[in-house]
């Protein structure tokens, strides 16, 4: 359940500085805090901490300033990322690069490691409000979802459709009153900033309009296969006829992705089989009922293709579940196509 991070109304706002960052100013960083006076004063701010990670919510009638500069980044060497969503009213950040406006649906990652200016204004001047979903998140975490090195600042339009995703998915962990457990709202957390990270992947490569049709028929197969991947009997011909193309186009597609078909199953398969032998307990399901689960035919045939990748038996991975090692999908070069067992 959200907590007052703090609240500010005419008898309090002079010290809005004292006050910005909760008790013994644990949230945030430093910075100069300051409202516009000249206007009704206003603010409130609410949290909700997902474990490293805090939603916060801050609604205003009055216009609110940032500035975090050089001296404040010497004194204060936390590196935070902050994850923005302008609900209503605007946001304007200024920094070393010029002037962004932020407006609803949009959203800002900022960094704490660079000087910058934030200004929040109602969408009124009289009556009119500002309201701003924000997220603070270590940046050693956030890059593990955003794939990219942000070194002062990053707007994601609101064009694109996983940002207001991501934003109803924090809203809905920030408004729960049930309890929501603290594992569950941190992966939710997690969850819509790797929404935000595709969102940013697909900024930077071509819209779906501009794609061509063969890689929208290869999306089509890849579905297709990963669909039926437990099917022991899926073959190319399968493949070919549940997406309409010839079994020539089909290689031909697979082989735009670097890849055959037969590659491509054996390796999927086997990846899922070893993730299931290590999150399971083998008291609950023998290795053999692993081995149909995931589309193999023979457990022995499972155990051979096994240990022709990860160099141990699926019995040696059960034992030594923590160690995690990468598999070599070239082993499967020697297989025709269509010609899995």
Not at 44 to 68: H, L, S
Not at 161 to 169: D, Q
Not at 218 to 235: Q, T
């Amino acid at each position: 359940m959200p907590e007052t991070l703090f609240a500010l109304d005419q008898r309090n706002y002079r010290e809005c500085q004292q006050l910005f960052r909760g008790n013994r100013e644990q949230e945030y960083y430093r910075g100069d805090y300051w409202l516009d006076d000249a206007q009704k004063v206003s603010v409130t701010a609410r949290k909700r901490a997902a474990g490293p990670y805090a939603i916060i919510v801050t609604r205003g009638e009055t216009g609110q300033n940032f500035r975090r500069n050089q001296r404040h980044i010497r004194e204060d060497a936390t590196d935070l990322s902050i994850l923005w969503f302008v609900r209503r009213g605007s946001m304007r950040l200024s920094n070393q690069f010029g002037s962004l406006d932020v407006g609803p649906g949009d959203a800002l990652v900022t960094r704490s490691t660079s000087p910058f200016l934030i200004e929040l204004q109602p969408d009124a001047p009289i009556g009119g409000v500002s309201e701003v979903l924000h997220v603070t998140v270590p940046t050693h975490l956030l890059r593990a979802q955003i794939p990219r090195e942000i070194a002062s600042s990053l707007l994601v339009p609101a064009e694109r459709r996983e940002i207001a995703i991501a934003r109803n998915i924090l809203t809905d962990v920030f408004d729960d009153e049930s309890g929501l457990a603290q594992d569950t709202a941190r992966m939710l957390v997690e969850f819509a900033l790797a929404t935000v990270g595709h969102a940013v992947r697909a900024s930077e490569t071509l819209s779906p309009m501009r794609r061509t049709v063969a890689e929208r028929r290869l999306d089509e197969v890849l579905r297709f296969i990963e669909v039926h991947l437990c099917d022991p009997g899926l073959s190319t011909n399968m493949v070919s006829e549940g997406c309409g193309l010839s079994l020539r186009y089909l290689s031909l597609l697979l082989r735009s992705r670097g890849t055959t078909f037969s590659e491509l199953v054996w390796s999927q398969r086997l990846e899922r089989a070893r993730d299931w032998l290590m999150r399971s307990d083998p008291r609950e399901i023998a290795i053999s009922e692993i081995a149909y689960g995931i589309g193999f035919k023979s457990p022995a045939h499972f155990s051979r293709m096994f240990k022709r990748v990860y160099g141990e038996n699926p019995s040696d991975c059960r034992a030594i579940a923590p160690s995690l090692r990468a598999g070599d999908v070239s082993a499967f070069g020697d297989l025709e196509p269509g010609t899995l067992q």
